[in-house]
């Protein structure tokens, strides 16, 4: 059993267009991430959700929207596609145990590329 | 405000060398410390974690991590590199954000390992 896992694992589209990546962790964990990963490595927290309560958004365009429609599912939707958004997407989870935060258990990864 | 700083995007060590990858932090409370490696094309999988138990923090595949509050470091260190170990490194540190956490990543050093 994959504990998080995203869909699609790969995604090539063309600029302007609009796509969904799906997340779904088995875990029982109250929180899940999204984090973009650029060319360089680089992992960068763009969302947060605890018990489906949007609980960090850092400075992301807002043609990126999540949405958790219940606490085992952090789906991403991306509107008006631009080359710069092509990057690894990785959504994340973990639980809060008596006020002490385990590790974030990650799914594959989903490439996204922009032509 | 929270952040991870790793000391070098590079390392290259011969195969049963010590690995020595360094990490130094800043949080504004005790925080959660975390080490994670990735394998190209995969996602993130934990090595260890420090959550102020024990300083020395022993995690999979034979590395282990030092947390010196003095020095606002945890690195990490592995006595004896095996080839397999060749990778990147990510250092992350995490604290509380209103009902979650919030777990910022440095920006990870790639392992190369020399036969």
């Known amino acids: 059993d994959t504990a998080v896992s995203q869909t699609p694992k790969y995604l090539v589209t063309q600029m302007g267009n609009d796509k969904s990546i799906k997340c779904e962790q088995n875990?029982?964990?109250?929180?899940m991430y999204w984090y973009k990963q650029d060319s360089k490595k680089f992992l960068k927290i763009m969302f947060s959700?605890?018990?489906?309560?949007?609980?960090i958004n850092e400075t992301v365009p807002n043609r990126f929207s999540p949405k958790s429609p219940d606490k085992a599912h952090l789906n991403l939707h991306i509107n008006s596609l631009e080359l710069g958004d092509s990057a690894v997407y990785f959504c994340?989870?973990?639980?809060?145990?008596?006020?002490?935060?385990?590790?974030?258990?990650f799914g594959q990864g989903t490439r996204l590329t922009v032509v | 405000a929270q952040s991870v700083t790793q000391l070098g995007s590079h390392v290259s060590v011969s195969e049963g060398a010590l690995v020595l990858l360094r990490c130094n932090y800043s949080s504004s409370v005790p925080p959660y410390l975390f080490w994670y490696v990735q394998y190209p094309n995969q996602g993130l999988q934990l090595l260890l974690k420090?959550?102020?138990?024990?300083?020395l923090v022993k995690g999979i595949n034979g590395f282990e991590a030092e947390f010196k509050k003095s020095e606002t470091s945890f690195h990490l260190t592995k006595p004896s590199a095996h080839m397999s170990d060749a990778a990147e490194y990510f250092c992350?540190?995490?604290?509380?954000?209103?009902?979650?956490?919030?777990?910022?990543f440095g920006a990870g050093t790639r392992l190369f390992v020399k036969a």
């Open positions: 959700y605890n018990n489906k309560e949007l609980i």
């Open positions: 420090y959550t102020s138990a024990a300083t």
């Open positions: 994340a989870s973990s639980q809060d145990l008596d006020g002490q935060n385990t590790e974030a258990f």
């Open positions: 875990l029982g964990h109250d929180t």
């Open positions: 992350a540190v995490s604290d509380r954000l209103g009902g979650g956490f919030k777990t910022i």
